[in-house]
């Protein structure tokens, strides 16, 4: 059974820091994405940034130079640095795991869309204030 438990939300003024923390288990596909969602009330939840089992990433363009996914296999945790954060960062934040795609032309690969996505944890909120 995969389980999935974000930690490490809370309240920042504009302009500070924060770091998410995704502890996995259960996960066992060799070829796999994981990544971070948010969703803001009365918004659609949004692919912040998603990351491959061979470490490629991608990010929302709103938080690209600002926020960092990273993994630590050894752990299996999903970790999110998140720099210089903005109001507009308020949200629930979701780390989720799925099956990496396949294609001829370009290999395994992620996409940011949360229907790719099977497993999800329960959220952590972000809260920043200006």
């Known amino acids: 059974q995969v389980q999935l438990v974000e930690s490490g939300g809370g309240s920042v003024q504009s302009g500070g820091s924060l770091k998410l923390s995704c502890a996995a288990s259960g996960y066992t596909h060799s070829s796999y994405c994981m990544g971070w969602f948010r969703q803001a009330p009365g918004k659609e939840r949004e692919g912040v940034a998603v990351?491959?089992?061979?470490?490629?990433?991608i990010y929302v363009d709103s938080v690209k130079g600002r926020f960092t996914i990273s993994q630590d296999n050894a752990k299996n945790t999903l970790y999110l640095q998140m720099n210089s954060l903005k109001p507009e960062d308020t949200a629930m934040y979701y780390c989720?795991?799925?099956?990496?795609?396949?294609?001829?032309?370009?290999?395994?690969?992620?996409?940011?869309?949360?229907?790719?996505?099977?497993?999800w944890g329960q959220g952590t909120q972000v809260t920043v204030s200006s």
């Open positions: 989720a795991a799925g099956r990496a795609y396949y294609s001829a032309y370009s290999g395994f690969y992620c996409l940011r869309l949360p229907n790719a996505y099977d497993y």
């Open positions: 990351i491959d089992s061979d470490g490629a990433t």
